[in-house]
């Protein structure tokens, strides 16, 4: 079956992002196929399970009875609100839906942070959850200005972020980095972004570039080995995968330093034209969206050719 055709055999979710990015497909019926994103599949079932007070799960980062996660060595849960509405906007759900608008009026009145007691779209913090924070407050039509600006103040001197800095660190995270970048890339998309944003912006992508993505500044050693595995869905972690996805969205173009990165996309691809599946992160999830790892992903393979189809296509000619 040829890899399109095994994509399109799927959820709505997915086929309507592999309408728009891989078939080109009219606006029309790619707009008709993610319309049914919050009627059908995965993003129905999300929807179905949001509490009456908004929440899932009964909490903000996480379930409200989750306190021996940790001591039970489980993983981190991911069914509370900020995960899974970190699905709903990787599954494209339509944030203008009368469901969807009536569940985020009951979050921002009624989901308050773990840290102590903010409301959800005020943020807290940690910039790693904040950064999501203002990814998910811009899709769903939330005011999140305050975080941006709070964002800002926290760059440090590297040009990324890390969430540790409160602690003391003056170095800079991955991880916290591309949840920042691209909450503020969505801020900018949105509105158009201040020359304080789009500078801070740059200054981050520049920390991953002067890195190659997953390389150490000093030494040039890979930082961690799972960065080279691509997980899905993501949640809070980094990997290779998911910063040049970040680079393809904000539309920038390719970079030579990228092209090991690129190198490496390439060289995961299986011969029927898929890629795997790797390095699930553990914590109890609503329901499993594939098959597990070292079996074929069709979200993987999604970003993995929406990424290659932006970098062949827009890289400057040798």
Request: with cysteine; proline share 5%.
């Amino acid at each position: 079956m040829h890899v399109l055709d095994w994509l399109l055999e799927s959820d709505p979710a997915i086929r309507w992002q592999v309408l728009r990015d891989l078939v080109g497909a009219p606006g029309e019926v790619v707009a008709a196929e993610r319309a049914r994103v919050a009627t059908e599949g995965w993003g129905a079932q999300l929807l179905a399970m949001q509490g009456e007070d908004g929440q899932w799960a009964g909490g903000a980062c996480f379930p409200a009875k989750s306190f021996h996660w940790r001591a039970e060595n489980q993983g981190q849960p991911w069914t509370a609100t900020l995960p899974t509405l970190q699905l709903l906007h990787d599954f494209g759900v339509d944030p203008c839906s009368d469901k969807v608008r009536q569940g985020v009026a009951l979050i921002r009145e009624n989901c308050r942070w773990e840290h102590a007691g903010q409301p959800f779209f005020s943020g807290e913090v940690e910039p790693c959850i904040n950064g999501r924070t203002v990814t998910l407050g811009i899709y769903f039509g939330q005011d999140v200005n305050g975080v941006v600006a709070r964002l800002l103040d926290e760059q440090l001197s590297d040009g990324g972020w890390n969430c540790e800095a409160e602690n003391g660190s003056v170095r800079s995270s991955f991880a916290t980095t591309i949840n920042v970048l691209e909450g503020l890339w969505a801020h900018e998309h949105a509105t158009g972004g201040t020359p304080e944003s789009i500078a801070a912006r740059r200054r981050g992508e520049e920390y991953l570039l002067e890195r190659r993505l997953f390389r150490r500044k000093s030494t040039g050693e890979i930082v961690d080995p799972a960065w080279l595995q691509f997980s899905f869905p993501t949640r809070w972690h980094y990997d290779v995968l998911r910063a040049l996805e970040y680079f393809r969205a904000a539309g920038a173009p390719p970079d030579s330093r990228m092209d090991e990165a690129i190198h490496l996309l390439r060289s995961k691809q299986q011969g029927d034209g898929a890629w795997l599946l790797e390095n699930t992160h553990p914590g109890q999830v609503h329901f499993l969206l594939e098959d597990g790892d070292s079996r074929p992903s069709r979200w993987n393979t999604l970003r993995a050719l929406r990424v290659l189809r932006w970098y062949e296509n827009t890289a400057p000619s040798a």
